[in-house]
């Protein structure tokens, strides 16, 4: 079992950045993919960003330009840069994993995802 814990979120206003982390700990395995999802007030948990265990990254076209997700699997964690950031990003953030690779289609399915952190809440103020 592996567990997430992402940090990193906060307070910040339109145009600035911010970056997420996610750490991964206990049975942790290099060959997973990884991805970003976010869930604002009402809303459905969407994706964001993924990076397989390949190395190829995805992005939600609403922020492709924006945010960066990147890997370091010699410390487990990946990360979110998110620059340029705009009052519609504000969400709650959540990693995700798999073992194993994913496709363009399915690492933007959260249904592919077995571990899950708890989020940290990204605020934006106009």
């Known amino acids: 079992q592996v567990q997430l814990e992402e940090s990193g979120g906060g307070l910040v206003q339109a145009g600035g950045s911010l970056r997420l982390s996610c750490a991964a700990s206990?049975?942790?395995?290099?060959?997973?993919?990884v991805a970003w999802f976010r869930q604002a007030p009402g809303k459905e948990r969407a994706f964001v960003a993924a990076?397989?265990?390949?190395?190829?990254?995805y992005y939600a076209d609403s922020v492709k330009g924006r945010f960066t997700i990147s890997r370091e699997n010699a410390r487990d964690t990946v990360s979110l840069q998110m620059n340029n950031l705009k009052p519609e990003d504000m969400a709650v953030y959540f990693c995700?994993?798999?073992?194993?690779?994913?496709?363009?289609?399915?690492?933007?399915?959260?249904?592919?995802?077995?571990?899950w952190g708890q989020g940290t809440q990204v605020t934006v103020s106009s």
């Open positions: 995700a994993a798999v073992v194993g690779a994913c496709t363009g289609t399915s690492c933007r399915d959260r249904r592919l995802y077995r571990n």
């Open positions: 206990g049975r942790t395995h290099p060959y997973v993919s």
């Open positions: 990076t397989t265990r390949n190395g190829v990254v």
